[in-house]
């Protein structure tokens, strides 16, 4: 018997702005938004195990879709009761489409959310046709392996069925993620995909619902680069079908981000919880959660630790750096992390320098649990009525110059 344990509620809504806290309840647990997800990509948060990703606060994880399916292999995930029994994870979890690994493989889009265009070519973002893995068309995405080589299929409901056989408690469905360089006249030939591909999701994930003994909810992805008649027009479109909640997805330059989510949140149901995909610097958190995102991931918290930066509340440091060689104090003065409570600065520096896998993990611990508990501030503020002034004194602070 199916179990509809999916649902979203408001609890507070901020003056006569999109932001808002709220309650998702998914088979796996609650969500208190807005939250940070943490990204597991390949069922793992790369350098921790579970119980220290627990630690750092994160409610839920996503993983992605794309990579779980070459390797393990959605059939080992199923057979071992899916994504969060597989993992050794109790709580929420979420699987991304691969829609977006799609535009690397396709074009060699980098891997940024605020691409800006000021200062990147064309040729620096989209790789030459013959250097790509993966070519699009109406059916869906075929693409060569990133591993082995080997060939294979994308469509929409394959996708669905990927997604189902791993597990999570919320999907996305399979779009078409363009970069901001492409011409008008392609973002409106992959918005129409994208759109047709939405209809397809939708239809094989009830299909596939119907069997299910856990509820999955499915989210549609809203895209449309940075045009806000592209964007508007598919607010309206996914508002019009029944998906349980949407992603905001595509390549965004940084100076439009405020904008491109008011014409998106603006259209899509208030009753119903937006993702955006791929957000995690922190005054983009406040500018997302300012503007209706009740969530939201990025793997930027854990790349950017495993390459020795660190975030403080005075800015982000790179702990490599011989300042900070006898440097005694805590990684982040008042964080109260595993890392912060037991290291040091000179500790970590040491582990960089040394090549020490435990860098990583202990840079990892930290910077997770900075950016989940940055945004659990934020929802506080919301609840206490200070948002304002919180975000004031909380930038002011981040982003002084030393």
Known sequence: ??????????????????????????????????????V???????????????????????????????????????QAGGLAKFMNWDGPTFTDSGGFQVLSLGVGYKKTLALDTTSNESSQVMAHKSKRLASVDDNGVSFKSHIDGSKHLFTPELSMQIQHDIGADIIFAFDECTSIMHPLSYQIEALDRTHAWAVRCLKEHKKLNKSSSSYQALYGVVQGAHYQELRVQAAKFMAGLDFDGYGIGGAI????????????????????????????????????????????????????????????????????????????????EECNCYTCSNYTKA????????GERLAATLATIHNEYFIVHLVDEIRKSILEDRFDVFKKDWLKRYYQKN
């Open 1 to 38: 018997m199916l179990q509809s344990r999916f649902r979203f509620q408001i609890n507070k809504q901020l003056d006569n702005r999109l932001a808002r806290v709220g309650t998702i309840t998914t088979p796996h647990g609650e969500i208190k938004t807005p939250a940070f997800i943490a």
């Open 40 to 78: 597991g990509t390949k069922a793992t948060v790369k350098a921790l195990t579970v119980e220290q990703i627990k630690s750092t606060g994160a409610q839920a994880v996503l993983s992605n879709a794309y990579h779980l399916y070459l390797q393990p292999g959605t059939e080992t995930i199923r």
């Open 253 to 332: 330059e940084k100076a439009n981000l405020a904008k491109i989510l008011q014409w998106v949140n603006n259209h899509l149901p208030a009753n119903k919880p937006r993702h955006l995909l791929g957000l995690s610097e922190p005054d983009d958190i406040f500018i997302g959660i300012e503007n209706g995102a009740d969530t939201f991931d990025c793997v930027a918290p854990a790349r950017v630790a495993r390459n020795g930066s660190i975030y403080t509340y005075d800015g982000r440091i790179s702990i490599r750096k011989n300042i900070y060689a006898n440097d005694f104090s805590k990684p982040a």
């Open 347 to 354: 500790y970590l520096n040491h582990l960089f320098r040394a």
